[in-house]
């Protein structure tokens, strides 16, 4: 079947501009996660939706960040104003299990959307 | 503050060469640590995952090893090929999170 798949694979926008990226997780997964991977650093999680509960946003970075996805469903992180420091690879995962399932479900990884703020 | 380092952060051997990659961390409590392979311009794959109680763990060439009182893990690739050629990730999970900490990974280089 299909893996994570993610849109656009690159974005490149001026400082100020609004960007939106999609993240369409493998069909059945219930959990998602956002991540920021800056060039050299390691993965940062930004937020994580679990079916229809509340998402936890607790890392994302700034208000100019949010993000949404319906039901089980296509994600959408979007960045208001772009700075120049959130030039950055931003990666999708889905999981099929809770994180109550004992912690030894496997993350699923899009190719992800390479952002340059210019 | 949840850690993982790695080391080397680069490194570089000859195609059919062993090699052995270290992680450590100070995620506490831990519930399990997972390697994952990013090949450039691709998202992370995982390779193994590894609980408290697992010490070794193998996915073909691909040996982990886990020694959680020492909070300390190691990936051996044995026979290296050329897709191999990958930055290799540590991810460390906590107990009752959900939250991975990731660190920045190997740059692994295979040359023939």
């Given at each position: ?118 | ?37 990013q090949d450039t311009g691709r998202g992370p ?68």
């Amino acid at each position: 079947g299909a893996g994570v798949s993610q849109s656009p694979s690159n974005k490149v926008t001026e400082k100020g501009k609004d960007v939106e990226l999609r993240c369409d997780p493998i069909s059945g997964h219930t959990a998602l996660y956002w991540y920021r991977q800056r060039l050299g650093q390691g993965l940062e999680f930004l937020i994580y939706f679990q079916g229809n509960s509340a998402p936890d946003k607790s890392g994302l970075p700034s208000d100019r960040f949010s993000a949404e996805r319906t039901g089980e469903s296509v994600s959408t992180l979007t960045i208001q104003r772009t700075q120049q420091e959130d030039s950055a690879v931003y990666l999708c995962a889905s999981s099929s299990h809770t994180w109550t399932s004992g912690g030894g479900e496997t993350q699923y990884f899009g190719p992800g959307t390479r952002l340059l703020v210019l | 503050k949840n850690q993982v380092e790695q080391s080397p952060q680069s490194l570089i051997i000859l195609e059919g060469k062993n090699c052995t990659l270290q992680c450590n961390y100070t995620v506490s409590p831990f519930s399990n640590l997972r390697w994952y392979k990013q090949d450039t311009g691709r998202g992370p794959v995982s390779l193994t995952i590894m609980t408290f109680s697992e010490n070794t763990k193998s996915n073909g060439r691909y040996t982990a090893t886990l020694d959680a009182d020492t909070k300390q893990s190691s990936l051996h690739i044995t026979a290296s090929q050329l897709s191999d050629s990958a930055s290799y990730i540590c991810v460390v999970k906590g107990a009752g999170s959900y939250q991975l900490t990731f660190g920045k990974g190997t740059k692994l280089s295979v040359i023939p």
